[in-house]
């Protein structure tokens, strides 16, 4: 097993971040072409706790290595699995990925934490556990995990280019929101 963990701090507030995280994968983001689809599988409120748990699939395109595509089965679509959890009384959100494609050859279990360190900023922790499950072969074993690992941390790289444009827009446009409506409030009163 391989470990790839990563952490920044964001300059907006988790309340930003948290609404934000939504739309990570919108046209917003030019850093995730990738992504093809996200489909909301359940969404639940715990009446007790208040916490949001919300369940989707993410399909990818593949842009695996060609010996390691070849060695998986060369399809160019992936599926991963998220489950995500808002609570908005300890403001925190976890969210916590696996991959269902090729799950039998390489295990990848991805945790994402979003909590504040101030009212405007956000602290992002990365973690995810790369085990590959072929056979008893170990180079062929470390040779999936270090591919694996050097993928995870490019795409983690992008993946914060891409997370601080969607920032950016949706502080924008709530903001020209907001704007909106007080300039209607000011012409009713």
């Not at 009446?47 to 699939?57: A, C, M, N, Q």
């Not at 992936?78 to 959100?93: L, W």
């Not at 502080?171 to 009163?189: C, G, H, I, P, T």
Request: glycine share 4%; charged share 25%; net charge positive.
């Amino acid at each position: 097993m391989k470990v790839f963990s990563s952490d920044c701090t964001f300059d907006y507030s988790w309340e930003e971040v948290s609404t934000a995280n939504w739309r990570k994968y919108c046209p917003w983001n030019d850093k995730s072409p990738h992504v093809i689809a996200v489909d909301t599988l359940s969404r639940q409120i715990d009446p007790d706790t208040g916490i949001l748990r919300t369940e989707r699939l993410i399909t990818c395109k593949q842009s695996a290595p060609q010996w390691l595509a070849s060695l998986m089965g060369g399809t160019d679509t992936s599926h991963v699995f998220e489950t995500s959890y808002v609570d908005p009384v300890s403001k925190k959100v976890t969210m916590v990925s696996t991959n269902l494609t090729f799950s039998n050859i390489l295990s990848v279990r991805e945790t994402v934490i979003y909590q504040p360190v101030s009212a405007t900023r956000t602290q992002f922790v990365q973690d995810a556990k790369i085990t590959a499950l072929c056979g008893g072969w170990q180079k062929i074993k470390n040779a999936v995990e270090e591919a694996s690992v050097c993928r995870f941390r490019e795409n983690a790289m992008k993946g914060k280019e891409g997370f601080e444009a969607v920032l950016a827009m949706s502080r924008r446009v709530f903001s020209e929101e907001k704007q909106k409506q007080q300039a209607k409030q000011e012409m009713l009163a």
